[in-house]
Every structure is written in C-alpha cells, then in structure tokens.
Nanobody
Framework: QVRLEESGGGSVQAGESLKLSCAAS????????MAWYRQSPGKERELVST???????TYADSVKGRFTISQDNANNVMYLQMNSLQSEDTAVYYC???????????????????WGQGTQVTVSS
C-alpha cells in the first residue's frame, strides 16, 4: 500500500516562506501524477498545484509566481515551495497521488487514489 506523508507546515508571518514535503513510500507500480490540495475549515477543497511524472506542472491562479512544485523521483518525494505567503494561504495542505499497475492505465485526467493526512499552514498578517 502506498503511503503519503506531508511535513513542513507551521505558522509564519505574511511575506515569509515555507517548504512542504510529501514523502511517498517506494512502490513498483506506476505513478500517474501527484498534486497538492488545500482546505480551510468550512471551505471547499482547492487544487493548488500538480506535477506529472515527466515534470509538467500546473498552478492555481492564486499561487502562480509564489509557489513552486517539484519532485525527486529517485527518492519519491514531492515538494511545495511557498514564498510570499499571505493570510489567504492559511489551510491544511494535502498531497495526493495516483498509482496504477501499468503506466498505460493512466489517463489525461488523473484520479488521485492516495492521500496524505495533511499539514497545517497558518499565515498571520
């Protein structure tokens, strides 16, 4: 069973930075992609950023230019560098991934079937 574990959350002042990590347990199966989501209490879950196995990335408009997603394929770790943090970025951040038996099973739309437990990010203004 694939396990995802987030770390790096904390409390910071507006304008400061944090770097989140998501460690995925090694697995012989194929990854279709990984993503960072975030959710505040009482709010809908929001897709923050995605990264494909080939390194292609996407970002929500609200974080473009401030957040950077990256991955270390050899060590099965995904990162989210968050700069110029704002109070609106306060949320629980989750990493997600899809693993399949064979890469041919992946589709253009990734169905994330593994999730971490989340890490809290609090930004004070």
């Amino acid at each position: 069973q694939v396990r995802l574990e987030e770390s790096g959350g904390g409390s910071v002042q507006a304008g400061e930075s944090l770097k989140l990590s998501c460690a995925a347990s090694p697995w012989a199966l194929s990854s279709c992609g990984m993503a960072w989501y975030r959710q505040s209490p009482g709010k809908e879950r929001e897709l923050v950023s995605t990264i494909s196995p080939d390194g292609t990335t996407t970002y929500a408009d609200s974080v473009k230019g401030r957040f950077t997603i990256s991955q270390d394929n050899a060590n099965n770790v995904m990162y989210l560098q968050m700069n110029s943090l704002q109070s609106e970025d306060t949320a629980v951040y989750y990493c997600a991934a899809q693993y399949v038996i064979a890469a041919s099973m992946c589709t253009q739309k990734v169905d994330y079937n593994f999730w971490g437990q989340g890490t809290q990010v609090t930004v004070s203004s």
